[in-house]
């Protein structure tokens, strides 16, 4: 030895000579003969370790350790070393290759797992702490951890169903787990459970291994639905997720993890993406995976709605969010994203739109139309769209716009601007008086007090607009006026059936005769020997200089003929019938006549009395009376009209016979003529077209 002081422990052995090794390698069986020598006897050694769950993963790492040198040793033996520049480059693997190979390996690593050995180790566990779940738990999450050890290629699991990972361990598995959480109390649960969303963070964050974290969390999800809906864990869930915006594949799994929360309905996966994923995207630090994935599971949730046809209710604040960030200019959407969500938009309407439409629509109409002032051409058009469908569904938003037209009438004189646009669509589908009230409310809003007031130009283009469509909606007289017309029509009919009734035909009958009267009137007679003489010479006319026109007008007169022919033989084959079997059909009709006559004189003689059969023979019998009266007095104006009709066409056929004499005789007939003609007479047909149609249209829609 020196004389200098040495510390314990720090001083350098020696090397050994090589004698010295030689009698150290003789000396090792002596030990591993005490050893066996100790295991024969039976005497355990008595400070050796108790197996429990840490010292198997310090053994198994151990082990682990050792084969990935052995293997490294063998790979520097075996490969050959190939300089930078000379080494080939590794290709790029498909996706459902990737997809493939993981969820081989972690089948694998899973079949690993020895439930009876998983069971022992938990139920020695339980055995010496029965009053600390919490130990369970944290061994529980260290024996998967163990087991565990694939990295995920996909934060956000997109190319997986739903259920991955969960759905690969197997059921017995599953079975016991659920098990034990369901035998540790809910505030014990509820810990763990935001124990290991900062454990999936932290591992996601750090590249290290998380299927172990998530496949607890699925099982906790599936057997403890309370825990995953409480407070704390969503409060956890967005302290995490606000923190890890900026970090794409922690976020991604934070938003991983939010999908468990639903559960199976479809309304709250709805409301949790509106709640919770939305906001994300209306943020500036967002990636473009992260945008993917919040996309890939709006559209989940949307395919599923369509496919299950439920009714899902969503709020005004939600659409409207959802709304603005679609149009918004800036936004920090990618292109790709922007272009799904306006796709998307429609379905959103719908979910917004669907439930109680008569009574909900009114909450989104004075955002829609707030939202016309300052917006792109593309959102107008769309806002546009969803307020006249809000008119059109919900009759409280007529009153809405009376009120906000003041404050808001630029944006008014938009949307009665794409209304007038769009008249023979709207007038259809909206409740008339309630259109006709607003239009007539804006009309007195907008009609200046005195003519000093000056009116700006939007007031007076939406004057101009109410007072348009006040007049194109029409007035509710045409309807009373075409009531009272049927009316006179029907008792017209009346009369002449049961004049011709009272004197057996027609011709004895005083319609008859007024009509055969006013047929052999000088006028009338001069009338038709007129027209019938011009008949003939505008056939022969036609047959001389146009024949090819003029057979056209014999086949089409031939073709009605043969048609009208074909019915008469029809009507000729049904009367011999009837006349053949008149007495069978007879004794029919007056046992038919006589069955509902005793039916109907029952019916009456029980719900009348003879007072009020009486006042009505007397009521009837006047109405005669007066209808004759009225007769009599209309038979006097009809004559008169016919004289002035007869007149009137008098001159019309002098006037007729000068045009023809100065167009066809004096001048010759020419294809350019002819052509002159048959435009002017196209361009009168349609312009009288259109005059009826207008005409037409609007008495109709006045009804």
Partial sequence: ?????EVAGKSKKAPLSKKAAKKQKKELPTVAAEEESFENFGISNPLKESKNIYTLMKDESSDQDEKKRSDNKENLITKPRISGKLKPKKKGSPVAQVKRAEREILLEQLELI??????????DVKKRFPNHPRVWLKDIQSYFHMK??????????MMYESAYPYNMVETELQDFISGIFKEIPDNVMTAFYTELLDGLARDVRNGACGYHHRILLQCMAHSCPKTVHSKEVTNKLQHLITDSVARTKECVAMLWSLQMVPRNKLDTKLKVWFTWMLPILQTHKTERPVQDYILKCLENVVSEISESNETIELGPSDFFGYFDLVFSPNSNLF?????????????VKCFAFSRNSDKRLRSFFPSLLIRLQHCSAKQKTVALTYLLECLQQDAQCW???????????????????????NWNIVVKTVNRYAFKQTLNYLVVTLTPSSEKTKVKENQRRALELCSDMIHAIGSPLKGALKLAL???VVVSAAYILHDVKEFGSFQASRTGRIYSGLLQHETVVHVLGTVKEYTDTVNKYGMAHVPLLMEYIYTICNSVSSTLALFAVFVQTNVNYLIENREEIAQQMKAAAVDAGERSYSLLKSLTTPEKIEWLETTVLKYMELCTEYWILASS???????????????LYGSAQEYVVINFINEPVTLERLKEWALTLTSFLQVNAIHYYNTIRNATLAN
């Fill in 148 to 157: 565990i050890t694939l990295r995920e290629s996909d934060s956000g699991l």
């Fill in 1 to 5: 030895m020196s004389n200098k002081w």
């Fill in 114 to 123: 020895d439930i009876s050995d998983m069971k022992a180790l938990i139920g």
């Fill in 399 to 421: 009153l809405l716009w009376q009120q906000m037209f003041g404050k808001h009438l630029n944006n008014s004189v938009t949307l009665l601007e794409h209304i007038h646009d």
């Fill in 486 to 488: 049927l009316v006179m």
């Fill in 637 to 651: 104006h009809l004559v008169h009209a016919a004289t002035v009709g007869a007149n009137s066409a008098v001159a």
């Fill in 335 to 347: 292109p790709h994203v922007q272009v799904v969500l306006m796709e998307v938009l429609d379905l």
